[in-house]
């Protein structure tokens, strides 16, 4: 973290070493199907005047839409793989030594042999681990970061390489934001001598940008403001003192202070941005859905021990738990077993039984809401 996380790339041959990917290609080609799952095709055609020509299409896929594997060229990606593939979601936990708050999702491509998606930065960090076959990775530091106007996708318009390396599976590669970079699919094969498909995992990262945080803050900070007054009638703009107007289209300076005090008042409390702020980060994806269980709390009297719900976004600060953009209060001993579920995402039997009853009703509605699940390893 001290060297390289936001500074420079890092290539960590045997990452994991004898890496097996979590997914077979036909099982990510069932998710591409899917109309939940984000998924994308590039396609690149053969170079016309020194240039690729490059083609972008947007999932769900049916098998028969994907072109034939063995044509060179194109590559798949799956988006959110973690959300849908349990395997994945575990991977995904090795990484949390970033905190949960910035972790973004998992994508895995699949590429043809000479498939890629072009040299092109991103805004994100992100570790790329090579799950199966082999990928040719070219980086520069390059400062030159303008893209071709015409592409339908981010492609650099002068791509200058500096490093290159061939990563086999478990080898990975981190790249902080914004590093120049092309990944092209290699032909490679298997310790059987059988051909090997490439694919790349991509473990992305989260970070709020600034404006997004004031608009999500503020909109929030407004609707409590709304909730404390109640049912009071909404503080509307007075001006009793205001004379008759020789100039009618100025904004009255008496009505930019009556909007100052209104965000005054929103940002007053710092423990409501602090709650705004957790529920906010917690939030899941628009795409996410939660199925709620029909076995309602029962799950948490059976001396089972808890899990986390693979799609759940749990986190905590001082005063607070966050779960699925809500936030609660918790204290004493309560709030340090829910910040152990939110760490270590299962809490056991034992340890259940020594929360509070309101927080053991709390873990009911959880369970209930399909955020929690019995975790029948206790
Ligand atoms: C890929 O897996 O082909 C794309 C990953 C990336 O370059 O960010
Ligand atoms: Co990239």
């Excluded at 072109?67 to 575990?90: F, I, K, M, N």
């Excluded at 965000?263 to 710092?270: C, G, I, Q, S, V």
């Excluded at 918790?330 to 259940?352: K, S």
Aim: one cysteine or more; glycine letters at 8%; charged letters at 20%.
């Amino acid at each position: 973290m001290r060297r390289h996380w936001q500074k420079k790339p890092l290539l960590v041959r045997q990452a994991i070493p004898g890496f097996k990917p979590v997914l077979s290609a036909a099982q990510l080609f069932a998710l591409a199907s899917r109309d939940e799952v984000e998924s994308r095709l590039i396609t690149r055609s053969p170079a016309r005047r020194g240039q690729a020509a490059w083609r972008l299409q947007r999932g769900p896929f049916a098998r028969r839409a994907l072109p034939p594997l063995a044509q060179p060229g194109w590559t798949l990606l799956v988006q959110g793989v973690d959300l849908h593939s349990e395997a994945a979601h575990e991977l995904m936990q090795r990484f949390r030594f970033i905190p949960d708050a910035r972790l973004d999702d998992l994508m895995i491509s699949y590429a043809s042999e000479g498939g890629g998606v072009g040299p092109h930065f991103d805004s994100y960090d992100v570790f790329l681990l090579q799950a199966s076959g082999s990928r040719r990775w070219q980086i520069s530091a390059q400062t030159d970061l303008s893209l071709q106007a015409d592409a339908p996708l981010k492609i650099l318009r002068r791509f200058a390489p500096q490093q290159e390396f061939v990563l086999h599976a478990g080898d990975m590669l981190y790249l902080p934001p914004g590093y120049a970079h092309d990944g092209v699919a290699q032909p490679g094969t298997g310790a059987d001598g059988r051909p090997q498909a490439c694919m790349t995992y991509s473990i992305g990262f989260r970070a709020p940008a600034q404006h997004e945080l004031a608009a999500a803050l503020l909109t929030r900070l407004a609707e409590m403001a709304q909730e404390e007054d109640g049912d009071a009638a909404p503080k509307l703009y007075r001006d009793p003192s205001q004379p008759a107007s020789l100039n009618p289209a100025q904004v009255p300076p008496a009505l930019l202070r009556f909007a100052e005090q209104a965000l005054a008042r929103a940002l007053r409390e710092p423990q409501a941005l602090a709650s705004a702020l957790g529920e906010y980060l917690s939030e899941p994806k628009p795409n996410v859905w939660f199925e709620s269980s029909d076995q309602a709390a029962e799950g948490l009297q059976k001396g089972q021990g808890v899990r986390l719900h693979q799609r759940s976004r749990m986190l905590y600060d001082a005063k607070r738990v966050f779960i699925n953009g809500e936030a609660f209060v918790a204290l004493g001993a309560d709030a340090r077993l829910m910040r152990q579920l939110a760490d270590e995402r299962h809490l056991p039997a034992a340890t259940l039984a020594r929360l509070s009853p309101s927080a053991r009703q709390l873990l009911g509605n959880w369970f209930e809401d399909g955020w929690l699940v019995a975790d029948l390893a206790g």
